[in-house]
């Protein structure tokens, strides 16, 4: 079965930088999340979308800001990056009618190191 | 959000059954309750999920108690691979994020 789509899988950035993270979800989920989970941590909830909309915002940094596609495909785009923010970046994706609740389906992750 | 409350750690013989428990006192009627598991490096894998009835799978057991307030992740033969943390969560309604604890770290043992 297909799975949710990360890239990159590792990235690594000076201070100040920039980077772009990218979640494929899988066909026919219309909801994505995204997760922070820092050395040690729980995932912390950052951001999701429905239907292309912002649907909810968590703890997500002004530095960051995240969009969903036509094609409901997701950005994180990530500026001024701190050293803080080196993590694992979940994305995980979901959709209505999955006998109740709302199972989400996580992707790999993207490990963030910021130097 | 209501708030679940798990042991911070478990340990268990590999072959053995393990017995998740997860004590969640303020759920609400329409909560689901979710079990993943993570293990290091890895994204959150989805376990099971219910909301009143004990719920089955290939992968475990969900006992959930009469009044809710509870619920058991049962790991019928726990092996090796079953070593992961494993974070029970509530869910209200469609499309709301998942607010992870802190979790079970579960030891299989050889």
């Known amino acids: 079965a297909a799975g949710v789509i990360q890239s990159p899988r590792h990235l690594i950035k000076e201070k100040r930088e920039t980077a772009t993270l990218k979640c494929y979800p899988i066909?026919?989920?219309?909801?994505v999340y995204w997760y922070q989970q820092g050395p040690g941590q729980d995932p912390q909830f950052l951001i999701s979308?429905?239907?292309?909309?912002?649907?909810d915002k968590g703890s997500i940094p002004d530095r960051f800001s995240a969009q969903q596609f036509s094609d409901y495909h997701s950005e994180l785009n990530m500026s001024s990056l701190e050293l803080g923010d080196s993590a694992l970046y979940f994305c995980?994706?979901?959709?209505?009618?999955?006998?109740?609740?709302?199972?989400?389906?996580f992707g790999p992750g993207t490990r963030l190191t910021v130097l | 959000d209501a708030k679940t409350t798990q042991p911070n750690s478990m340990e268990s013989n590999e072959e053995e059954p393990v017995h998740l428990p997860c004590n969640h006192s303020?759920?609400?009627?329409?909560?689901?309750i979710h079990w993943y598991r993570q293990l290091p490096s890895q994204g959150p894998e989805y376990v099971i999920h219910g909301l009143t009835s004990n719920v089955n799978n290939r992968m475990a057991s969900l006992a959930i108690a009469e009044d809710r307030k509870s619920s058991t992740l049962i790991l019928h033969r726990a092996t090796l691979r079953d070593a992961a943390v494993y974070y029970c969560i509530l869910s209200r309604n469609y499309g709301q994020n998942f607010v992870f604890g802190p979790g079970t770290r579960l030891s299989v043992l050889p």
């Open positions: 303020t759920i609400s009627g329409t909560d689901y």
């Open positions: 066909p026919r989920h219309d909801t």
């Open positions: 995980a994706s979901s959709r209505p009618g999955q006998g109740g609740g709302d199972t989400q389906y």
């Open positions: 979308f429905y239907e292309k909309m912002q649907s």
